[in-house]
């Protein structure tokens, strides 16, 4: 147990480096009787692929993923689901020349001196190629959570670098390679980055992600809390710096009166908790936001130091996402999906028989509607 | 495994209500050898304590630790370590309102539809109090990694509802209520309490956690990052909505030039990354941050429903804090230290042969020494 | 996690040494709604206590416990159970002579080496007092797994050192201090531990214990298998050397045509199996049998050795069971009903929504009815 | 987690079914530094792969072995090592008159009443074909255990059905098919299943490993003991319905002078513990012992139901070993391997920084010395 199982009941273990011969991952936990086909997958994959923009890596991965196991006659059949993505387009000579170095702000250093080793081709496992798999996991896990439960999650960028990108409708958001929920604004994304791509730096991104539909009841008290496995399963993807549920960091400044959200029996007044209360969903939509730090591969010079603890000057080339934010909203979206998947399940093990009289209550009273998706001004 | 145990080598299982009988926790992991007495965790529980300024809850509560195994002869045996705090100020009838009705921004809702059962008084589970476990488990985990590697962990509140608090000090820390950095600013924050207290509303808070000394190489590359776990963690404390890890939410507008930490032989020159890249410790300074929500409970009146779905008006009475954040700077230092703690076992697990020749950078250059211990701006 | 904690998701995490200030557990997972009270567990604890015939230890534990959480006005809430037992009879004078050196069969050597510490006070945390925890949270599933699905777990005493104990009828086990299903062979089996004991030595004992009433499709098919579930859980009751389900170790002699249990639409025809197919139960009575090591504590010279390793002669006093074996029945069916009870929980997370048309085959047809509860001759 | 995953720090996440594309498994947690290539593995299962002798079902799989991760320039890196091994000899028509109705013995019942759902070709998941992975995982987790501890694990048949197999040499085991650690007795063993073979019948055997050189204070002394994982492992090989540690159920026979092994400052004078006190190792060999039964697949006609609950005959034809013992002593090996790789990681994540000055004792004091390796007479 290195790490790279994630979930309790709906449990992901992710194998594979960048420049290796594949990155997969084993799903243990699936509920037997689901449709699943690879097509479910790849459509997901195709959402977070690289080269599909200029805006983003040209490494040309086709991330073509095969089904080795669980399922049967296209149904999964309650034994451990394989998937398999073959690497297509390693050059790991592009990346030959960080064998010797550290590159700032990656994991090269850190890596070296807890193992001893490493794979310096394109990342190896701390490369965000591993994200693909997120994606190929949890394109399972929402298929089962739209189709027993009606759940969607959906998601968007709200920040890139220095640009809010006010929500606008969400219809907006596949029409673009930024996931940007707002169709006027991509013109001005489009011109910083290619900008930013010139001067060879990289910036960062924010991503909110929001899942509607969630019962009341999902989550766990104290520390397994449906927030915490999310600020968990968020902190974890590459690059991500900081997460909020809800009202996050605005909650600081809040007054008791603004923050705690009212209850009536049309619905819940305001979501500054974010659909989770006291670690447990309250039924109204989830809302996540998370920050995505700059890519770290850049290619101006930077300082750093060769294993021998030298000083050296690092410039890094090869193919690279110049805001790795721009990929990450299937990734962020994949995550979100397979802790509820894990909490639907937990749920249901510890408390399948309760029952009660009280009402659920919808996600926002009529006069609580929101324009767009989260209480964060963006 | 109902999300009550925290870690996987070094678990804290914690148990008990507000006004039951006893809260507690079992520690199952811990090294042999470390000298341990009932003292070395009272001192961190009595940072905690209510009572102890009129900024908090007035309930009196000695939080008098027992240690029920273990421990022989003032030393532990590498056999659970069973921590006991009766409950000595319960009283329930301040909280027989609630019993019918949600309090809003409280867990009572979600409690209900999940459980089918609530224990009401004081909030039963979801109560703050269960973060006196937390603390006292922490102090065990701070006791060895400051015995087997000089790690130091603090915390301070960097902002009270709309004040921000400037990093003078960690001297001052211990001289206020507030854990404030900062001793000129005490009055000021006092004279904000008592007019918020005055008005029966609450607030929120940010407080910054910070661990020195830290070796490079604790964590894992992809799920169970350090800093992930560093994020569940703390998000799974009660009325956390935000954490950040470094430079967090202002990574978004900043480019890869300015966040990327270089490094050279005489340390890095800065710390944007939070000591931590690709989820590994980097021997930096581990920075964390995190939102506060205000209080619930607060004395104004509030809409919400009852169990059969009839609207109510609600209005707190009893004991709380207007200002959760203020008692949680050792709730989170206890939490950075759990964390630590089982990446600290977890690396030696794995890695324990690993030997490098590259030398352990320095956490900062001369260059890079901070006036405060966190890249944010408070 | 040092290997206190047993199951998945109900969870029992395990504390105390036998002359500490207590022994107890915490029960994470339990479903809420299950009335308790701490009767219902004193009872099952009442059935193991040492000091009620000649046969058994004499000290004299009363074995009370105390609910401390997760009950509320009699009923299970779904958060942790903790249960105390304080020791009242710690004699840790008798013990002292053990400090220093290792009696053989005991944990005493390895415990040394592995921890360089030991609680050498009447066997610290490897007495078999710590089976008393496994009989009280054992007594909450086996409450719960009777409730919810009518499920009924009893054992009995199938050899006690050369005798073997013919299987008579249920209702004589609770008539005996052996829980010998056969009221005839008490005098012959008293006659014989009063004669061991006046030897000075100790003897093994085999136990059978049997579910009836277990649903088809508990139990998971590869690692986890409800008969490894079983044999871990059985093994790890101390002095417990093997363990065997259905046929056991007759199954080295059987051929297919003996052994494979035919199945008719009016029930199984035999159960070789012992109730577990492939790793899930088949609806049949899970037949577990378990041999018990002599007690290692005797009044006779052994060898042994110090902690500076040189010879010595070790001869325990102090009070000791003369057979482990008498006491051994209430705690493997304890062992058996935590195990049924995770199973039962892991089920239906995962297949909570499975429905055959194919009904539940008896779990004997008329033509197999045995009278005895297992198909090993004892 | 559905089971498919065993261990706690050097876990096996295993997938795939008989018929499937693909069987495997990732292995999480193996340490870094570790020379690794697919030819280690490669050895182990050529030992254990079908079709080698005419006693054996006679499926022609290579079992090649293909490294997918975790490997870097022949070295492992600490991350996840994923393996492969593609399915080529695939006849499912074979099996088709399986889908309808269960084959007595085999998980067919079980399967359908939990999933609602069953992959019938070959057995599908609960096909033996799965343990192919085992040995693949234990291949890696022997060669650490060799080169860092020099451990040697190795297994051997003491029982084909009625016939014992005396322990003359392990230099004998791997001359012939069913691992007979005796020369002489391989003719009657051949004889004696050609005679089966014709039958139509199977036939279950005993199977004993023996792992050398394990250091004294691996384990955990309450739940996760040395002697329970090791029980677990084995129960969870299909076939198995018995284990013993050590001297197993003769020890219900034996008196506390007979069973408990005496210690000397040259060495232990017996093994009566199988290398196991109190769920720690002793640094005595560990002796383990399993019951396997009859292989379910006979072809003579056995009585069953269809999946409408009607009464059929089921007369299994196809490819099977007539006693699946023969192939199970590798598997049984691997169990072992992987259970004791487990253990020394978490031996040295909680007490890593132990040392006594107590020497360790010889695992057998000169006067101790067995001819066989087990204290069981076969």
């Known amino acids: 147990m290195s790490g790279n199982t994630l979930g309790t009941l709906f449990c992901v273990t992710s194998f594979g480096e960048s420049h290796g011969p594949a990155i997969g991952c084993v799903i243990d936990g699936c509920p037997p009787g689901l449709s699943l086909t690879a097509a479910d997958i790849q459509g997901e994959l195709d959402r977070r692929k690289p080269g599909t923009s200029r805006h983003v890596t040209q490494r040309r991965e086709p991330d073509e993923v095969e089904i080795l196991s669980g399922v049967f006659e296209g149904v999964t059949t309650g034994t451990p689901i394989a998937l398999l993505i073959r690497n297509q387009d390693q050059r790991s000579k592009d990346y030959g020349n960080i064998a010797e170095t550290f590159r700032p702000g990656h994991a090269d250093y850190p890596y070296w001196q807890k193992y001893g080793i490493r794979d310096y081709r394109g990342g190896g496992r701390s490369s965000a190629r591993e994200t693909a798999v997120r994606v ?214 510890q408390c399948g028989d309760v029952r009660t009289a009280t009402p659920q209550i919808a996600a926002l009273a009529p006069e609580g509607v929101q324009a767009v998706p989260s209480p964060r001004a963006e």
Chains 1, 2, 3, 4 share one sequence.
């Open 136 to 349: 190929a996991a949890g394109a399972v896990a929402r298929k089962w959570l739209s189709e027993r439960y009606g759940i969607v999650i959906r998601g968007y960028m709200a920040q890139l670098g220095p640009l809010p990108i006010p929500f606008v409708s969400w219809d907006a958001v596949g029409d673009n390679p930024f996931f940007a929920p707002n169709a006027e604004i991509v013109p001005q994304l489009e011109s910083y980055m290619d900008e930013l791509r010139k001067s060879g730096d990289s910036v960062g991104a924010r991503i909110n992600v929001v899942a509607s539909g969630v019962p009341v009841g999902w989550g766990e008290p104290v520390y397994d809390r449906l927030d915490a496995d999310i600020a968990y399963a968020m902190m974890s993807i590459n690059a991500v710096k900081g997460v909020e549920i809800g009202a996050g960091f605005a909650s600081v400044a809040q007054l008791g009166t603004e923050h705690g959200d009212e209850l009536t029996p049309e619905g819940f007044l305001s979501n500054n908790a974010g659909g989770v209360l006291g670690g447990i969903s309250s039924g109204q939509d989830v809302l996540v936001s998370m920050a995505i730090k700059p890519t770290s591969s850049i290619r101006l010079d930077r300082r750093s130091i060769d294993r021998e603890g030298n000083p050296v000057i690092v410039n890094t080339h090869g193919r690279h996402d110049p805001c790795v934010g721009i990929r990450a909203t299937p990734v962020a979206e994949a995550m979100l999906a397979l802790v509820l998947m894990d909490h639907a399940l937990r749920h249901r093990a």
